[in-house]
DNA sequence: CAGTGGTCTAGACCACAAT
DNA sequence: TTGTGGTCTAGACCACTGT
């Protein structure tokens, strides 16, 4: 069932785009407001606006009301953005290309295993993929993951998403992830598949992902060219 | 005054990073129980619980309870975290050093005008800043503000810390920023202050922040050396 | 003063998990 | 069936903003 408080978010969003477009500023109806308008406690509504300032979208001042934050910050072209998706989610309409470069068992090492929550020596699947979007060298991904989590994984999937394949045919749910952002100069591999030339560096993304049930499923390195990419975040005042 | 929610929050946090050392896993007392224990309503236990869930130090699973997320995740050295902190204030007991390198108005162009929401050909500092941490050279940071939205800066504030300025002298509330970190290949200028070869990189982070009442107070260009700075991020799927 | 958002209560019903 | 978290209600009091 879709909650009260999604389909008033939703709704809330689609007209501050279109507001925002139009006048440029805008404020929101107040709470007590809305709640009439949706037939809700306010608490409901309070919630739907939540979201909003979690995106960036709106801003809320006691006393005053809430608003539409000015626009004109983000769209950059080859964003990722503040989600737990794959690549061939990222760019839905956009040709995503993979080549399998390895696919193999290891043993787990001391840090593997801590990071994906296994024992050492344990097998883990080691995964090189190499992947671009329409055409144009993007990443490349070195994945690993624990069989006892995602088992059955193949060269096919690996071809595809294996996001796609967690979620929809494991019926997994993918919770969050952690990720650090650096920037590194390429090496000899990344300069062969990147095409990048040896002063040209790259962007690395370090990333644990998990479960719903707070398993790790995914220790990974993605090394994406430096000119195709773009790593994006809103953040705020913790609430309180 | 400090909320009932931040309360439960703080305490809970403690408690978590307590057992999780001693003990690796840990679940936490149910809802109901945390009410009794807080002596309060559920819906402030939730609140509390949420912003565990927003930090990624809980889960939480319907039917069965909440549950600290495994550790030995993040932690590394000169990390930013998803917080809105100057450097002065994210290397607190680290010695931060400055040097002004540029401090001068400039017009506003369209770009400009556009990020920081004034005209153009209005006034706007243009900062650029070296900065150290413990002697290290650390970043170089280029910065656009309004003197309509920040005034009074001086040579001795960007010395030490603007935001410090903003909150407690001009006591302006910092909100929230919007985030774009790329990679890419050293400028001479960076090469010079970072201490870098020609073939070393450097992390970018692009950053429009904004105040509590939504007015954009910076836009801003930090050329980090690729080897001391990680940006991290938790990110999760959106609650609902 | 009236209007706003922030916090908080004491319930309720639901879906899901474990037994 | 019991216990869990997720949603939702219909109020309440507070702090802050504007008039």
Redesign the pocket.
């Known amino acids: ?1 879709e ?3 999604r389909v008033i978010y939703k709704e809330l969003k689609q007209r501050i785009l279109f507001h925002i477009k139009k006048e440029g500023r805008y404020q ?1 109806p ?4 809305l709640c009439k308008e949706f ?6 509504v ?2 739907a ?1 939540d979201l909003l300032v979690d995106e960036g979208i709106i801003y ?7 608003f539409a934050l000015p626009e004109g910050k983000k769209e950059e072209r080859n964003v990722q953005e503040k989600r737990v998706l794959g690549l061939s989610r990222t760019f839905p309409s956009d040709q995503v290309t993979t080549e399998v470069i390895t696919f193999e068992y290891i043993f787990a090492d001391e840090l593997l295993a801590g990071k994906l929550d296994v024992r050492v020596n344990d097998p883990i699947y080691n995964i090189l993929r190499f992947r671009r979007i329409n055409g144009i060298p993007h990443v490349l991904e070195h994945t690993y993951m624990s069989p006892l989590v995602v088992p059955g994984l193949t060269q096919e999937i690996l071809q595809n998403s294996i996001y796609e394949y967690i979620e929809n045919s494991l019926h997994l749910e993918i919770a969050g992830s952690f990720k650090n952002v650096r920037a590194n100069m390429s090496s000899k591999q990344d300069q062969k598949y990147l095409e990048l030339t040896e002063t040209e560096p790259i962007l690395e993304i370090e990333q644990i992902a998990y479960l719903d049930n707070g398993t790790p499923f995914e220790y990974s390195f993605s090394h994406f060219r430096y000119d195709g990419f773009v790593f994006s975040a809103h953040t705020q005042k913790q ?2």
Chains 1, 2 share one sequence.
């Open positions: 069932m909650t009260k408080y929101l107040s709470e007590v407001n037939d809700c406690s306010r608490m409901t309070k919630k606006l809320r001042q006691k006393g005053k009301g809430s609430r309180g």
